[in-house]
């Protein structure tokens, strides 16, 4: 699931499940998702990088894709561990 970037939330580069679209920054968070989730299933051939943005920060962090956009820029300070 995509959506529209929202205004003055910074865009990031994230890593998206191909198989059930969650979304995260960290590898090694993409990593415990296909562990608890998809196990046997190859990570590797089943994730891809998109822009993501922050969108409910606080207890429960809830990362969304959004649609590609040539014109939008991506904050670089935010690593994929």
Known sequence: MTG????NIPIV????????????IGKNVIKN?????HKNIS???NT???K???VFNGRLHKYIQIEEDEN???DMG???D
């Open 4 to 7: 529209k970037a929202i205004q």
């Open 13 to 24: 580069i994230g890593i998206k499940c191909n198989i059930c679209h969650y979304v995260v």
């Open 33 to 37: 998702h296909f562990t608890e989730n």
């Open 43 to 45: 990570q590797v051939k």
């Open 48 to 50: 891809e990088q998109c």
């Open 52 to 54: 993501v943005q922050l």
């Open 72 to 74: 939008m820029g991506v």
């Open 78 to 80: 935010a690593d994929i």
